[in-house]
């Protein structure tokens, strides 16, 4: 079946650092690529999302890139602070009888160290 | 926008019964509703696709009559797990979505003795 993979799975760095999350996807097909902020006990965030008919996308401190010949695309944290530690889920859509679904990454625990 | 909410955030059971899991979209119409299931310290692992008044769609590996999904409106899809043994502990999360985006729900923690 498809599959999304994700690296690192832990990520400790400074803050003020900058922290880069990659993922893989197996589906050609997917052509949208999200990615969510879980806080423990709580429900993931959409932090950004990127569509396949473009290549980067920046919001503030966050940035996605997408590598569609490669099937990569990963989420660049810029200037991390501490409420920025959390659990990151990279996700592929992927099409099964007319309806989409998300295949999830396995997710990177992020620590910002103060 | 986008608000999803869900109903227990937390219900404790004895083994054998039954416990029902309300999701609804407060502020939009979902054409889509899914049911995931996270264990501690793991990722989203999909358990089905429900669309409005039609059967649900179940992943591979989840048993379709321990988990009985409706969604009889475009706001608000039900996931009953029934006869709830230990292992059906769990934290269940729904989400819903009108295009390509998925919104979450709050969550549920499923304790059964």
């Known amino acids: 079946g498809e599959n999304v993979e994700q690296h690192p799975s832990t990520l400790s760095v400074q803050e003020g650092d900058s922290a880069v999350i990659k993922c893989t996807y197996s589906?050609?097909?997917?052509?949208?690529f999200p990615w969510y902020k879980q806080e423990l006990g709580k429900r993931p965030q959409l932090i950004i999302d990127?569509?396949?008919?473009?290549g980067e996308k920046k919001d503030q401190r966050i940035a996605v890139t997408l590598n569609k010949t490669a099937k990569h695309f990963s989420l660049h944290i810029t200037e991390t602070q501490p409420e920025d530690s959390a659990v990151y889920f990279c996700?592929?859509?992927?099409?099964?009888?007319?309806?989409?679904?998300?295949?999830f990454g396995t997710g990177t625990r992020l620590k910002v160290l103060a | 926008g986008a608000v999803v909410s869900q109903h227990p955030s937390w219900v404790i059971c004895k083994s054998g019964t039954s416990v029902k899991i309300e999701c609804r979209s407060l502020?939009?119409?979902?054409?889509?509703m899914f049911w995931y299931r996270q264990f501690p310290k793991q990722s989203l692992m999909l358990m089905a696709t429900?669309?409005?008044?039609?059967?649900?769609?179940?992943e591979q590996g989840v048993e379709k009559d321990k988990f009985l999904i409706n969604h009889a409106s475009l706001t608000l899809s039900t996931l009953t797990v029934t006869s709830a043994h230990p292992e059906d502990s769990s934290f269940y999360i729904c989400?819903?979505?009108?295009?390509?985006?998925?919104?979450f729900g709050p969550g549920t923690r499923l304790t059964v003795l």
């Open positions: 502020d939009f119409q979902a054409t889509t």
């Open positions: 990127i569509r396949s008919n473009v």
């Open positions: 996700a592929a859509n992927t099409a099964t009888s007319g309806t989409y679904k998300y295949i």
């Open positions: 989400s819903a979505s009108a295009r390509e985006t998925q919104y």
């Open positions: 589906d050609s097909a997917s052509n949208y």
């Open positions: 429900s669309n409005e008044g039609s059967k649900a769609t179940y």
